[in-house]
């Protein structure tokens, strides 16, 4: 199955507003440009995300947020309800990026629960998952992703691969400058595909969106574009710098 590339930049806790609507619109022209053929997403930080919306309302770049709570709304300080997140016009939210995990303990069990209230209320997520530089070492990559992939969809069911997206960050790869190479992103991701037409089902594998992540730049787009099972990016510091991050929504 022919599978639409999303190109997705992660802005995390960076920017201010004057900066965020500049670099948004900035983004435009070349999001404009690969509409045809490509699927563009920026994830500001949630105060940011008024005014990036303002700014891409009438494009098509996708809107995303980086975290969402389950509930529509309540007791939850220091949360965004999906509603909330959809009345600003988000699309998609990352849901288990390892800054979550690993910084603030966010476990399998909270992230199945992000996991499931996205979907129930049709925010389209995009379910992180990737190894430390110690799993890795010790040949445990696929037992941790298998396990994480598992737990974050226990009890989800999914009828159309378009509602959800899997990237596959190697927490070694992200923000050190270190991309995995070719070969080891296409290698994890026929795993995860194939993983996930176990849990659903050849249809679901077949369409869903994998993408990659881990110190995506301009350099290291065509090459790990021209692999089979690599459907997009997922990109942090390069995504805030307008040039970088429009030559990456540019890869031949
Ligand atoms: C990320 O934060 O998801 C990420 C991949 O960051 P970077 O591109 O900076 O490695």
């Given at each position: 199955m022919k599978r639409r590339p999303l190109i997705a930049g992660n802005w995390k806790m960076h920017l201010d507003s004057v900066k965020a609507r500049q670099l948004a619109q900035d983004l435009i022209p070349a999001a404009a440009a690969r509409a045809g053929n490509c699927d563009v997403m920026i994830a500001p930080s949630p105060t940011l995300l008024p005014v990036v919306s303002e700014e891409v309302k009438d494009s098509v770049i996708i809107l995303g947020a980086q975290n969402v709570c389950w509930?529509?709304?309540?007791?939850?300080?220091g949360e965004t309800s999906p509603a909330m997140l959809l009345e600003l016009g988000c699309r998609m939210a990352i849901i288990g990026h390892s800054e979550r995990r690993?910084?603030?303990?966010?476990d399998d069990r909270l992230i199945n629960k992000r996991l499931s209230g996205a979907l129930e209320h049709g925010l389209i997520p995009i379910l992180c998952l990737g190894e430390t530089l110690e799993s890795r070492q010790q040949d445990q990559t696929f037992k941790v992703l298998e396990g994480q992939l598992r737990s974050a969809l226990i009890n989800i069911s999914i009828?159309?691969?378009?509602?959800l997206i899997i990237a596959y960050e190697p927490v070694w790869a992200i923000g050190t400058g270190q991309t995995a190479t070719t070969e080891q992103a296409q290698e994890v991701h026929v795993f995860l595909r194939q993983l996930i037409g176990d849990i659903f089902d050849k249809t679901i594998a077949s369409g869903i969106r994998i993408l990659y992540g881990g110190s995506v730049k301009p350099e290291t787009m065509a090459a790990l574009m021209?692999?089979?099972?690599?459907d997009g990016v997922l990109v942090g510091?390069?995504?805030?710098?307008a040039e970088s991050f429009s030559k990456i929504i540019n890869y031949s």
């Open positions: 509930a529509t709304q309540g007791a939850f300080t690993h910084i603030f303990a966010e009828k159309n691969p378009a509602k021209s692999r089979e099972d690599i510091g390069a995504a805030l710098d």
